[in-house]
């Protein structure tokens, strides 16, 4: 036998639920300020940023603090009856009262959003997050650079971001600012050390 | 601040697959709960999606603010405890307050050997 080349899953500070746990909110905005604006615009209202800018992280964290939002709904792209599916997990009888969280809303063709708007005419809301503006009004627009990467990697490594001597900057630039990508690689590589 | 913890007869922290492992779950609670749950489950931790599985559970209903009580679980046959670079799979009993979710946990291990399987050693032949 020999000796294990690589660190324990459990023990990278980059693992999915670590990265998960991370506390990601818009810069500037507090979470105070984030729900009076989503009460201003009715609870009708798009987190829009490109891929891996954190819209499904904010959306996770709505929906444990708006108290009558429903179980989030991941709109995917494969699924060859998104609006069946999405009326099954959130049926428009149960509804009403409710926030409907729907993550990928980007994926659904012009026809099948305005079903699904219909359908839940009687929510008390609809959050959704897209990758570009469109449909529902802003709530917030997510935006990455180096330097959010930065803060992330030293809030998942206390004290390590400095002697891991990893080019974070180039890192980002390479994942074309996707923060969530470049966490994944920096799994593989704290793995190796 | 609630207290809620798992111990195991003996501080046995490794049971072997079919083992019937026992132990006693304490709480201090400062507000009432509907109930207790005490949970046997596993879990990954990685790089990919993570999964649980609850393999058993005991529900004690009318909660004092302090107590304990005793369970006993028989362990499944699998899956065993292991790691490797990008999973590992842990095993778990935890005390859970409902509905606030407080918990306390022990972590065991499930295995025929008392040391997780290690994916990441080659076997050199």
Redesign the interface.
Known sequence: MTAPASRRAADNPFSAERIDALTLRPRGWTWDGLLARLEELDHRAAVVGPQGSGKTTLLIELERRVALATPRIRIDARDPRPVADAFRRAPPDAVAGRVVLVDGSERLGWFSWWRLRLGWRRAAGLVVTRHAPGRLPTLVEMRTDPALLRELVAELTPGEVDRMGIDLDGLFRRHRGDVRSCLRALYDLYADR | MNRLEITTDGSEAWVRPGDQLTGTATWELEDDVDALEIRLFWYT??????DVGIVDARRIESVERHGSRAFSFQIPDGPFSF??????L?WAIELVALPSEDSGRLDILVGPQPVEV?L?????R
């Open positions: 931790s990685g790089k990919g999606s993570r790691t490797g670079k990008l999973i590992t842990s290690d990441r050693t080659t076997i050199e």
